[in-house]
């Protein structure tokens, strides 16, 4: 039988977006460095997408870039605080008098001495998208209580009713397909984590890219590559540019394939962009059920970290 807390893990998303602990930076700052490796690196790519008043270099490796210094603002995110990549660039930072934060439920970093958000333990990392990414983007964005609720609503209404997106698992699954997925600014990134969550709930390899790249190298292939059909591909729609919803069409029809389309719903970009993340979520739980592997099951990941402990 399949084991449901992912399922009860997912239902936590729309409480999260209400989540309003921030940080309070008092000093000057000239770039951001955010560091993280997988569920928590995902939170650095998305915000980098989000705030362009300042550079934002995100880091999912063991070394802090060789411009950090005092005026660098250094954000480690790591749920459970025990990441050796995430720990190592942390360190670096403290020697090199950085500005350093960072937002954990725990583990090695809560004890490192700097200003830490600590966020509610006991989830997957994964799972924990909203407690992370929250606290930065208050930190740095005005995210209105109005968008937090609409968020929270349209959340609300995708744990009750997750039909469409059990259909694209259906359909991903019947044809054993790979899934590439295609988003755009400011989404890129949400069509990386729909990649990862394929990975770590699903168990299948995926892929993604964005609009415009793609048109520029992907769109050689989509219609000609070896096993064709062997593909899956899931183009976000709803762009603000209209130039890249050109893009999208024109690149189906050029192709001769047709795109599984995932209109952004919503009224902000915040609430589009959970729309998009929890999509994404279910439908890899849903493939996770269909393929009847765990979702929740990461043992290989864990594994991988104690014989390098
Ligand atoms: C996601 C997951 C991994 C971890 C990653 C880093 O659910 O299991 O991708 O996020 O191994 O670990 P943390 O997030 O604890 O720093």
Redesign the pocket.
Known sequence: MLDDKLLRELGTLKDQVRFSKKFTIDKDFDNVVVA?????GIVGRIFSELYSEKPVEVVSDYQLPKYANDRTLVIGV???G??EE?ISVLNQAQKNNCITVAITSGGKISGMGFQTVLIPGGL????SLGYMLMPILSTFLDITNNVRDATFERLKNMDEDHSKEEMLALEIFKGQRIPVIMGFFPFSWVAYRWKTQFN?NSKIMAFSNYFPELNHNETMAIGDTFRRDMFEYIAFRGSSNNRIEKRIEETSKITGVDFYQVTAEGNSIIEKLFFLVHYGDYVSYHLAKLRNVDPQD?SK?ELLKKRLA
């Open positions: 993280g490796m997988g569920g928590s790591s749920y459970s025990n990441t995430t997957q990392p994964r799972s770590e990461v990941i």
